[in-house]
Each structure stands twice: as C-alpha cells, then as structure tokens.
C-alpha cells in the first residue's frame, strides 16, 4: 500500500467514511427519522435509564441525563462511575442493554452505527490524540474536513478559497495559526490536542465529547484549553470528563457527577462539592 493511499484511508476513517450512505441507507430502512437535527425543545442529548451490563457488572444502571443545545457540561466521578461506558452508548460503541439515547428529539442513537453517529454531527475526542504526525497543522485539518466521499476530488488537489479559509479560521481558533505549517509532530502536547480538537471542528459537530482533555498539559496550556471550550460552547455543545477540579471550575458550567452508573449529583461546582454524598465517594478520597 502507497503511503497516498494509506493516507487516503486513514482520512477517510477520521471523517466516517461511509458514513453519508450509511445515514441514507437506514434512513430509507426507516430505522431512524431523517432530516435535519430537531431542537425543539433546546436537548442536543437525551438519555433515560439506560443500562449496560459487562459479565453482570452494571457500568451504567439506569442512567438519565440531558445535555440542552449549545451547553458545556462537565461530568466528574470516580473511577469506574460508567463516564467511559456512557460515552460509548452516545457513539455506538456500546449497545445498552436498556434505555433509550436521542440526538436531538428524532435520532435514535441506539438504532445506528458509529460512522452514522460521526456523521450525524457527534465528535469524540479520546484522551491520547490521534494526529498525522508527519504532516503540518494545516494539512491535519485538510485530511478531516468534512466532505461527501462520492465526490470528494483527489487528497492532495487544489484547494478552494472557501476550504482554505475554513482551515484557517480553525487554525485560529485552536490557536495554531501561527504553526500551520509545522510537522505536527513537533508541536506539545497541549498543542497535539488542539490540533485534534481542530480536527473534529473540521466535520461540523453538534456535540463534542472530550475525555480529560487536558491530561498531561502545562498550567498555561489547561489555561487556554479552558479558554477554547468556552469560546465554543453556544455554537457547539460539550461534554467535557474530568478529574482537573481546577480546569472544571475554569470551565464554569454545569456539572454531573456520576457514581455506580448513574447520577449522584449536578449543578455548579460549588454545589456538588458542598454535598456530602460526593464528598464520600469522590471529592473525600
């Protein structure tokens, strides 16, 4: 295999290949309702008693939760409280063996596969970044831009002024620009994680889901990550893990708390970090 080709594949893998005639091919089976995301009532995410078993162990035991459109949300817990599991149920890596997940009021997550959820307008961002480390800045958010695979011109054709200028405002905004045309391997790695995070700005999401984003970074770039999140929230919505309590009070939104699988507590920081059933099983250790 060439490393174009290899390439071509890799791109094509980050932004769903297939998934475009995925999403058709079960809206015509009628398995979901096609159209465009339905935010009548201001929920980008509903879950309701969804419950996932592995070998007996309840990961998620009946777990509820709405996350309303343009929201960022935090969601802290012990390890093992289900915050990994749930995020597999949201991108279809996890079927639940109970419950119902929506997207919006129409789309049943629970009836779709993961490219079909990618292209539905759900990111997901894993811990570890995942990048082309050979190729610039620039040429990452060109790999992941969002586009039709069945008339998508060749990987490395030209261009348009309106591509080029959608790759430099995200540039801009994950604070790269001035580092569009370095090796992405040679960035930090607070810098890595921008760059993915660029990455999935590049397909369009409705929902990012970011997993200890900041894992591992320097307190000025937790401080920018903090600063990044916020700029996107209203035009995005975000579901944020993480364990950083100073990170999560930077952030400032609402926060979930969750244990044995479902949810313990929510609202602001200070208030779950006042409650004493947090404090027992979390905050306390």
């Not at 759900?122 to 831009?145: C, D, S, V, W, Y």
Request: proline share 2%; aromatic share 6%; charged share 30%.
């Amino acid at each position: 295999m060439t490393e174009t080709t290899e390439l071509e594949r890799r791109a094509s893998a980050f932004a769903a290949d297939g998934g475009r005639e995925n999403w058709d091919g079960a809206a015509s089976s009628g398995h979901l309702v096609t159209g465009e995301l339905d935010l009548s009532h201001n929920v980008i995410l509903y879950l309701d008693d969804i419950t996932v078993s592995f070998d007996g162990f309840r990961a998620l035991n009946k777990l509820s939760l709405t996350i309303d459109a343009g929201e960022l949300r935090c969601i802290i817990g012990p390890n093992g409280a289900g915050k990994t599991t749930m995020m597999d149920v949201i991108t279809g890596k996890t079927r639940p063996d109970e419950g119902k997940a929506f997207f919006g009021q129409t789309i049943d997550l629970t009836r779709m596969t993961e490219p079909q959820i990618a292209h539905a307008g759900i990111g997901r961002k894993f811990q570890k970044p995942t990048i082309f480390e050979k190729h610039t800045a620039f040429e990452n958010l060109e790999l992941a831009m969002k586009a039709d695979k069945r008339v998508r011109r060749s990987l490395f054709a030209s261009l348009f002024d309106d591509e080029r200028d959608r790759i430099a405002e995200v540039l801009k905004q994950i604070r790269l620009d001035k580092d569009a045309d370095r090796s992405a391997g040679l960035l930090s790695h607070g810098q890595k994680q921008w760059l993915e995070i660029g990455m999935l700005l590049m397909q369009e999401p409705r929902l990012l889901l970011l997993d200890e984003p900041v894992a591992g970074m320097t307190d000025d770039e937790t401080e920018r990550t903090a600063e990044l999140f916020v700029s996107l929230a209203g035009k995005h919505s975000l579901v944020v893990v993480e364990h950083d309590m100073a990170f999560v009070e930077a952030l400032g939104g609402k926060v979930t708390v969750l244990c044995e699988g479902s949810v313990l507590a929510e609202g602001d920081l200070a208030t779950v970090q006042a409650d004493p059933r947090v404090i027992e099983v979390y905050l306390g250790r």
